[in-house]
């Protein structure tokens, strides 16, 4: 008998079905002690207990999940003066540790960068320096390739 590896992907919030979405919110208001029991947390979020508890092992923030890892980006952004130096700013306010960096040759005013950083217990939350990335102008894309 052989045994399966547990398989884990990276998805944006919008393709997790909502009763899982409620799970983290239960979760969160269990560890704020904003709710006292695992019954109340759930009807809070509008979810069955049963569902609480078939799910709470299997979803977590990706934040939760990568203190102590390497998580590996890669962006599309414009050939700008200054643009990699406002993402690198970015990663050095959220006290992540980069550990490599390469940008391609820009074609036709577009480069891609790979960004290995490493995810410290000081270490902002990683969801959300992806998306302050990401909005920044010039910048296509940031998607997480790879963790570990």
Same mark, same amino acid.
């Given at each position: 008998m052989t045994e399966e590896k547990t398989k884990y992907f990276v998805v944006k919030q919008k393709a997790v079905p909502e009763v899982l979405l409620k799970v983290v919110e239960a979760k969160k208001l269990l560890e704020s002690e904003q709710a006292a029991t695992v019954q109340e947390a759930a009807e809070r979020v509008g979810i069955s207990r049963s569902s609480f508890y078939k799910y709470k092992d299997d979803i977590f923030p990706f934040y939760d999940n990568t203190k102590g890892k390497t998580v590996t980006f890669v962006l599309q952004m414009n050939d700008e003066q200054g643009l990699l130096s406002d993402l690198l700013h970015v990663v050095a306010v959220?006290?992540?540790n980069i550990l490599t960096i390469h940008q391609s040759i820009p074609v036709n005013g577009v480069a891609t960068l790979t960004l290995s950083v490493e995810v410290r217990a000081n270490t902002?939350?990683?969801s !959300? /320096?992806?998306?302050e /990335? !990401?909005?920044r102008q010039g910048i296509h894309y940031v998607k997480i390739l790879a963790r570990g």
């Amino acid at each position: 008998m052989t045994e399966e590896k547990t398989k884990y992907f990276v998805v944006k919030q919008k393709a997790v079905p909502e009763v899982l979405l409620k799970v983290v919110e239960a979760k969160k208001l269990l560890e704020s002690e904003q709710a006292a029991t695992v019954q109340e947390a759930a009807e809070r979020v509008g979810i069955s207990r049963s569902s609480f508890y078939k799910y709470k092992d299997d979803i977590f923030p990706f934040y939760d999940n990568t203190k102590g890892k390497t998580v590996t980006f890669v962006l599309q952004m414009n050939d700008e003066q200054g643009l990699l130096s406002d993402l690198l700013h970015v990663v050095a306010v959220y006290k992540a540790n980069i550990l490599t960096i390469h940008q391609s040759i820009p074609v036709n005013g577009v480069a891609t960068l790979t960004l290995s950083v490493e995810v410290r217990a000081n270490t902002g939350n990683i969801s !959300e /320096m992806v998306a302050e /990335m !990401e909005a920044r102008q010039g910048i296509h894309y940031v998607k997480i390739l790879a963790r570990g």
